[in-house]
């Protein structure tokens, strides 16, 4: 009886290890910073994942301009 419930045991605590805890449930993307100039020319950043909250964050933030040079999330 001890053995089965070290076994039983075992099996839970290896499966809570193994199983990710939130990232079957949140959605989760891909963003890279884009930066366009006044004459139109864009330059990409490296794409970056992102999940649940920080995702949301990303593709609701609004353009940002500063000095006629534009940034804002462009997400996948």
């Known amino acids: 009886?001890?053995?089965?419930?070290?076994?039983i045991a075992a099996v839970v605590v290896l499966a809570?290890?193994?199983l990710p805890a939130c990232d079957i449930i949140e959605e989760c993307g891909t963003c890279?910073?884009?930066t366009?100039?006044?004459d139109g020319n864009k330059t990409y950043g490296t794409p970056l994942p992102f999940c649940g909250?920080?995702?949301t964050d990303k593709?609701?933030?609004p353009p940002v301009t500063?000095?006629?040079?534009?940034?804002?999330w462009?997400?996948?």
């Open 66 to 72: 500063i000095n006629g040079i534009t940034t804002y």
């Open 53 to 55: 909250d920080d995702l």
């Open 36 to 38: 366009e100039d006044a």
């Open 1 to 7: 009886m001890k053995k089965r419930n070290i076994v």
């Open 59 to 61: 593709e609701n933030a």
């Open 74 to 76: 462009n997400c996948y």
């Open 16 to 18: 809570m290890g193994v």
């Open 32 to 34: 890279e910073l884009v």
